[in-house]
Nanobody, 126 residues
Framework: VQLQASGGGSVQAGGSSRLSCVTS????????VGWFRQAPGKEREFVAA????????YYPGSVKGRFTISRDNARNTMHLQMNSLKPEETAVYYC????????????????????WGPGTQVTVSS
């Protein structure tokens, strides 16, 4: 499964950005897909996940209410809409896919995701 993220760039604090991720996989709908981010000098952290059907989503408290993950299985794409961005959210954002059943305990763990895109930089300036 190959993933390619796009849409990163520079945005001012309080602004919005929308990331997209496209895959060539024919079985895209069978994967949980997620977004992670990694700031300089920090570990990669979970940002959002969505189930294969798109009916279930999960966010950590740090982004809940500001970020929205969605997917379009017919177009093999998923998106991350980010609002009210903060400077500390400057990071490389990665899309990923996991062939596992939905479990909150599992979808937040990096090592559950088998496939990763190369990442896209989001810079939030104050």
């Amino acid at each position: 499964v190959q993933l390619q993220a796009s849409g990163g760039g520079s945005v001012q604090a309080g602004g919005s950005s929308r990331l997209s991720c496209v895959t060539s996989s024919r079985s895209f709908s069978s994967y949980i897909v997620g977004w992670f981010r990694q700031a300089p000098g920090k570990e990669r952290e979970f940002v959002a996940a969505i189930s294969g059907s798109g009916s279930l989503t999960y966010y950590p408290g740090s982004v809940k209410g500001r970020f929205t993950i969605s997917r379009d299985n017919a177009r093999n794409t998923m998106h991350l809409q980010m609002n009210s961005l903060k400077p500390e959210e400057t990071a490389v954002y990665y899309c990923s896919a996991a062939p596992i059943p939905w479990s909150v305990a599992r979808i937040v763990r990096i090592n559950e995701y088998y496939y990763w895109g190369p990442g896209t930089q989001v810079t939030v300036s104050s």
